[in-house]
């Protein structure tokens, strides 16, 4: 969709650090994350929100997160991860194309959604290759 950053990451013309992804669903890192190690997980074809998404889209996205989720437990060994979908400003979306949040979790760090600052560049794409290895 015209404007979405997301589908410009889809289609190679934003710049990501890319984890994995399959014919519909794409993980790459969340560029200023919540915790260090933050990934998301969209559909490839735009939708906005839960309510809009087709089913099949969501099984793809789902299936893709818990594959990377399980990825990044394996480098990270965080003590939680938070999973977690907004649909709606009032709900704490900012992005309006449907994304999974993948949050890594430490006891005793503040519960929080989104990051204060941009991640650095070469921390991210050392975090995505990292990953993708564990796949
Ligand atoms: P929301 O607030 O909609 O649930 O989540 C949007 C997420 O997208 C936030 O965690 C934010 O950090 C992330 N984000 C926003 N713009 C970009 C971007 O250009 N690239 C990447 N990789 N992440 C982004
Ligand atoms: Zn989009």
Do not use: W
Not at 36 to 43: D, K, Q, T
Not at 83 to 101: K, M, S
Not at 104 to 131: I, K, M, Q, V, W
């Amino acid at each position: 969709m015209e404007g979405c950053i997301f589908c410009a990451i889809v289609a190679g013309q934003a710049p990501s650090h890319p984890i994995a992804e399959d014919d519909a669903a794409l993980a790459f890192m969340d560029l200023f994350p919540a915790s260090e190690g933050h990934a998301l997980v969209i559909p490839k074809a735009h939708a906005e929100n839960v309510f809009e998404i087709e089913d099949a889209c969501v099984r793809a996205v789902a299936g893709l997160a818990r594959r990377v989720a399980v990825a990044m437990r394996s480098v990270l060994a965080p003590d939680g991860m938070a999973v977690y979908q907004a649909n709606g400003r009032a709900a704490g979306q900012t992005v309006f194309h449907y994304h999974v949040h993948l949050i890594p979790r430490n006891e005793g760090s503040p519960l929080t959604f989104h990051g204060r600052g941009r991640a650095d560049d070469e921390r991210l794409a050392e975090l995505a290759t990292a990953y993708a290895a564990k796949l």
